[in-house]
């Protein structure tokens, strides 16, 4: 029964691990990731004013970032124990336009009316990302952009995914680009485009002194090696990507 996990997931935290989530994104080691993260969705959306659906957002970090951005923002999570947590975190953070609903992804109601959908860290756990796409193409209206951030290609086998299955029975997926634009083309998305997360690369190398010099020797990677880019490409459609789906 994992949707049955996902519910009752808050009620199987120790104190420190509601307040750790309650606290999110400032809470966690990764916050510097999160919030870039989030700077690139909104980098990459149509600016506000806008209807903005946010999907599996747990304690609602991200919905809270969306309003205060200029968003009028629906925030929706399948387990009731959350939404009271995201809710508490909206009083606390005095914002109005935002409204945060307990419900399921996978069965959206009112059709044609968001401009923009996000799922964070969220698709993965669909049980059925068929229908949760399929849901969310039709939450759109025409024209309108979905964009997910989620987890690579070895998230299934991941020992972190693996633990969270084993306490809370929730679903942990592999969730990468590939398979979300093969299921999106499926519901109906016209077009996808593929952003590496600004963290990824960025921290891993070493910075670039002269940018010039760089975008040089990226061009010229690409010129005399067609081979290397396509592998980066393939990397990319397996890698744990922002994807930007278009109605
Ligand atoms: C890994 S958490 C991410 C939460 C939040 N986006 C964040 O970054 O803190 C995944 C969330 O998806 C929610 N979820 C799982 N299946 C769902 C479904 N079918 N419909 C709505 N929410 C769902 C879970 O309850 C959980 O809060």
Redo the contacts with the bound molecule.
Sequence with gaps: MP?QG?ID?VSKLAPTEIAH?LN?PFSDAKCGQYLMDVGLILSLIPPPPGRLLD?????G??SLLFAQRGYDVVG????PA?IELARENQVRAGVTNLQFQA????TLADPRSFDIAVF???LH???DEER?LAAVWLALKAGGVCVTAEPGAEHGDDAGARAAVARFGV?EKSMPPRRIIEVGRRAGFTSFAVYERPTSRLLAREPDRWRWKALRRAIGAIVKDPWRAFVARRQALAGSHLVVLRK
Excluded at 55 to 59: F, N
């Design positions: 949707k996902e997931y989530i999110k999907l599996g957002v747990g304690p970090w991200t929706v999570d399948l387990a959350m419900g399921d992804y996978e964070y860290d969220a756990h669909a049980e949760a679903t």
